[in-house]
T-cell receptor
Framework: AQTVTQSQPEMSVQEAETVTLSCTYD???????LFWYKQPPSRQMILVIR??????QNATENRFSVNFQKAAKSFSLKISDSQLGDAAMYFC??????????FGAGTTVTVRA | EPEVTQTPSHQVTQMGQEVILRCVPI?????FYWYRQILGQKVEFLVS????????KSEIFDDQFSVERPDGSNFTLKIRSTKLEDSAMYFC???????????FGPGTRLTVT
């Protein structure tokens, strides 16, 4: 079974600063997808960014970018120019041929004004 | 933009009662999923459904759980005899056949008293 590990239960960042959330995963597959989901207090699951394992280029979506290190099985999320609306729980997730998502335990991000 | 919908948003039930959680996936999607999130914990996979049958289920998805696609639009999760530990947020998700990207519904908060 694939496991996803998020070692930071909580992270705090000053508004307009940058924060990086770490995620590692364990798999024997060569083809898979990685995701970061945001869960605000409403508990809706919102897809932030995705990365295909076969792509070497790191994905970016506006202020969100990833650092994908396939050999190290690491997939970190960088939030640049943090905004108050970024405050939420962030989950790293993995998916492979069976399509189901395996989630990490989550990191709570607090943004200080 | 099409979205996954779930009803009800909040369900309160007594222990031992049956509950049915409803989901309407995005219309051209073919894979359907249920996930569970106990308060303060990570999101856990319950079951995946494709071509009118279960593709995979987790160890959480025991005989008390069942899924059904009774018509062309609804996808339901039934819990036959609820237990206190079934209290959680239940998310439905769907995806197209050629994509790993899952679209989540807003969730149903189930409270078992």
């Amino acid at each position: 079974a694939q496991t996803v590990t998020q070692s930071q239960p909580e992270m705090s960042v000053q508004e307009a600063e940058t924060v990086t959330l770490s995620c590692t995963y364990d798999t024997s597959e060569s083809d898979y997808y990685l995701f970061w989901y945001k869960q605000p207090p409403s508990r809706q699951m919102i897809l932030v960014i995705r990365q295909e394992a076969y792509k070497q280029q790191n994905a970016t979506e506006n202020r969100f970018s990833v650092n994908f290190q396939k050999a190290a099985k690491s997939f970190s999320l960088k939030i640049s120019d943090s905004q108050l609306g970024d405050a939420a729980m962030y989950f790293c997730a993995y998916s492979s041929n069976d399509y189901k998502l395996s989630f990490g335990a989550g990191t709570t991000v607090t943004v200080r004004a | 933009e099409p979205e996954v919908t779930q009803t009800p948003s909040h369900q309160v039930t007594q222990m031992g009662q049956e509950v049915i959680l409803r989901c309407v996936p995005i219309s051209n999607h073919l894979y359907f999923y249920w996930y569970r999130q106990i308060l303060g914990q990570k999101v856990e996979f319950l079951v995946s459904f494709y071509n009118n049958e279960i593709s995979e289920k987790s160890e959480i998805f025991d005989d008390q759980f069942s899924v059904e696609r009774p018509d062309g639009s609804n996808f339901t999760l039934k819990i036959r005899s609820t237990k206190l530990e079934d209290s959680a947020m239940y998310f439905c998700a769907s995806t197209k056949s050629d994509s790993y990207e899952q679209y989540f519904g807003p969730g149903t908060r189930l409270t078992v008293t």
